[in-house]
């Protein structure tokens, strides 16, 4: 498909993106001007500019693609990357905020005085920061290749690079108004094209979405395979297709039965039931503890919290986040939905991660509004992929530069960029086949279980040790990084060992809590003996002016 | 509510303003000649003075200082604002994470459709948002209150 208006909106969002953050780079020079003009902003506006960076290519392509596959189990992806900011804001925000901590690493010092657990938060600040890069590398990839052609490396090494000199050269660095803007331009370039698609499916007098005789295509269709899979046709025929392969269907004709995929409508449209399986159910708990649990552990969220001015306003900065992200997340589901209908291929070819960006065409034909519309969903994807890109990159280079490089020199910091920006860039070359948002629930499931029992115990728990943290934070995220290791690069695996590598929160939370609590018991002796004044500051509001 | 705290003095000249003392014996009879030849009388009173005895400074100085009492006050507090967290998550973990579970004991509910909609679409695709909005809602005003209640029991400790 060549749309004449892509390469332009994509360009446009790019330079837009570029110019106003070198733009506002001239406004605020220093770091106190960064910070102290970024509290003169509204709890609103921050809350956009957080919303902005939090939406990723996971919320914008990831969502729709996998209720494309999955259906109703998925919904909980969604839901979970919104009620991330409910945890966050009943544990963290405010006593965050008032610790005074910028990073995750800058929270371990402050509460718990250890040079150690200072490195060891580090680490896993890297980590989690590249595993949540890769996806949206990958998302640039896939969408370029889906719109314009070009081979998938290309798409995400050209994001790679831009976003890496941005960073580097000191553009958008974390400028409220860039963030803000990336925000509102992520929700208009879903809600106008959904609304359209709404009214195209009332056109087409409302097609059923899961047809008694389960999907058919619409039209003729060549699809062209993108990953191996066994397709079980509708007469029964079994057949293994590969990467290249190409199939033809006639209009009318039904969608063959893809494996992996929930091609059955009652698989589709009911969630899994209890009975001789239990791993469906095992999983969508694990999901929700990692997503409910992982958001207050992701590097680019927390340093944002400091730019509130107080904890009280930290606090309402999360609840208007909430809300701004709940209103973004009801979009998704309309293209996963209609995706069933207009754009069936996708479950063949495996693509189904390109469905926001294809439906628009796919459901409005050629004309020029569709063109206008699927125009729009690329500058909206490509605005997904910069500002999370960018908010990750500038965390991870920032603890690179400090901690790693150790020096806090502009030099420093653009070697840590280049460094922090080609280790992800190399890995999204060869995880194609992975869907963007599993990977990103492998970072939440990584940071669930190492910052959250750290920040949650942290700042409720006074009998916390750093011996205890260092321990939990090495065994229960440790055990997930083990287990993200084996999911991206070891062998496929099936049945339980399978279920509970790609989805190991439910396993290495209470795992990680337990091992704190535990090794805090055991190593009384190591207090911080500043305990209580360091519990004073976290919770006593500021109005007190202690 | 940010802004209010903002506005509002901390601590002394509040309780300083009301108190009717010293203002009343003020001349009332003052002569009206004229607000630009006679500038007002201005009374002046020494910060040392008025902050002795201060019951305000003393729970402020337990605090700081990490007396038992300074220490309980602090724990108090924790302990509301820990307590209510939990609760609200408890609501959130019957209200959503009973879902999964409710849909896999009882298939029936899944079947169920509102306008035309499955149960599970429904509440999981549009209710759950709102809902978790509204928790978050309710946090923050209980909270405030909480945080409220503890700047006022350091302010005025008799109470």
Redesign the interface.
């Known amino acids: 498909m060549s749309n004449g208006y892509v390469v332009p909106a994509i360009v446009a969002v790019t330079l837009v993106t570029v110019g106003i953050g070198f733009y506002g780079l001239r406004l605020a020079r220093t770091t106190s001007d960064f910070l102290v003009a970024s509290r003169a902003v509204s709890p609103t506006w921050n809350a956009a500019a957080i919303g902005g960076e939090y939406l990723s290519a996971a919320s914008f392509l990831g969502v729709a693609g996998l209720i494309l596959k999955y259906g109703?189990d998925v919904?909980?992806y969604?839901?979970g990357f919104?009620?991330g900011?409910?945890?966050l804001?009943?544990?963290v925000a405010?006593p965050l905020r008032r610790s005074g901590a910028f990073t995750l690493p800058d929270f371990c010092e402050v509460r718990l005085g250890s040079r150690r657990l200072r490195t060891l938060a580090t680490v896993f600040v890297i980590f989690i920061g590249w595993l949540y890069l890769v996806p949206q590398l990958q998302g640039a990839g896939l969408t370029l290749a889906t719109l314009t052609g070009s081979p998938y490396p290309l798409g995400a090494l050209l994001v790679a690079v831009v976003v890496t000199a941005n960073v580097a050269l000191g553009g958008m660095r974390a400028i409220t108004f860039v963030q803000a803007f990336q925000y509102w331009l992520k929700l208009t370039a879903l809600a106008v094209p959904a609304i359209f698609l709404a009214l195209q499916w009332q056109a087409d007098a409302r097609p059923a979405v899961t047809p008694p005789d389960g999907p058919t295509f619409r039209t003729a269709t060549t699809v062209v395979v993108e990953h191996r899979a066994t397709l079980t046709l509708p007469d029964g025929d079994i057949r293994e297709v590969r990467p290249g392969d190409r199939l033809e269907f006639a209009a009318g004709d039904p969608v063959p039965e893809v494996s992996g995929a929930a091609t059955g409508a009652t698989e589709w449209?009911?969630?899994?039931?209890?009975g001789e399986d239990d791993r469906g159910?095992f999983a969508?708990?694990s999901l929700?503890l990692a997503t409910f649990l992982g958001t207050m552990g992701l590097p680019h969220v927390l340093v944002r919290f400091y730019t509130n001015p107080?904890g009280?306003?930290a606090?309402?900065t999360?609840?208007v986040v909430?809300?701004l992200v709940?209103?973004f997340?009801?979009l998704p589901?309309v293209y996963g939905v209609l995706g069933r209908i207009y754009t069936p291929q996708l479950l063949v070819s495996g693509q189904t991660d390109a469905v926001v960006v294809l439906l628009p065409g796919a459901a409005l034909g050629d004309g020029t509004t569709g063109r206008l519309l699927a125009a729009l969903v690329a500058a909206g994807a490509f605005a997904a992929f910069l500002s999370t890109s960018s908010g990750l990159l500038t965390s991870v280079a920032g603890v690179i530069s400090t901690d790693v490089l150790g020096r806090g020199s502009v030099r420093g910091f653009r070697i840590a960029t280049v460094i922090a920006g080609a280790v992800p860039a190399v890995l999204a070359l060869n995880v194609s086949g992975l869907d963007v948002s599993q990977v990103v629930g492998l970072a939440f499931a990584v940071a669930a279980s190492s910052f959250c029992p750290l920040l949650v115990l942290g700042i409720?728990w006074r009998g916390l040790t750093d011996l205890g943290a260092a321990a939990g934070v090495l065994v229960g995220g440790g055990a997930a990084v083990g287990a993200v290791l084996l999911t991206v690069l070891g062998p496929p695996l099936s049945g339980w060992p399978a279920t509970l590598t790609t989805q190991p929160a439910a396993w290495t939370v209470p795992l990680a809590f337990t091992v704190m609590v535990v090794v805090s018991m055991a190593s009384r002796r190591r207090l911080p003996r500043d305990v209580?004044?360091t519990?004073?500051r976290l919770?006593?509001?500021e109005?007190?002016?202690? | 509510m940010t802004g209010a705290e903002e506005q509002q003095p901390s601590g002394r000249p509040a309780e300083a303003a009301p108190v009717p003392g010293p203002r009343a014996s003020t001349p009332a009879g003052e002569p009206e000649s004229g607000p630009a030849t006679a500038p007002k009388r201005t009374r002046i009173v020494l910060a040392e003075v008025s902050r002795t005895g201060d019951p305000a400074d003393r729970t402020r100085s337990e605090l700081t200082q990490q007396t038992p009492v300074g220490e309980t006050l602090v724990q108090g507090l924790m302990r509301a604002q820990l307590s209510l967290a939990l609760r609200l998550s408890l609501l959130v973990l019957i209200g959503l994470g009973g879902l999964p579970w409710l849909f896999a004991i009882a298939p029936a509910v899944g079947r169920v459709t509102v306008l035309g909609v499955n149960l599970p679409w429904l509440l999981l695709g549009v209710v759950s948002f709102p809902f978790l909005i509204v928790v978050g809602w309710a946090y923050v005003r209980l909270a405030e209150r909480n945080e409220q209640d503890f700047v006022d029991l350091i302010r005025r400790p008799e109470r």
């Open positions: 109703v919904l909980w969604p839901v919104a009620a900011y409910l945890a804001l009943l544990f405010a449209l009911l969630p899994d039931t209890a159910l969508t708990y929700i107080d009280a306003a606090r309402r999360t609840l909430l809300a709940g209103v997340y009801l589901t409720w209580g004044a519990m004073l919770h006593t509001p109005s007190l002016r202690l």
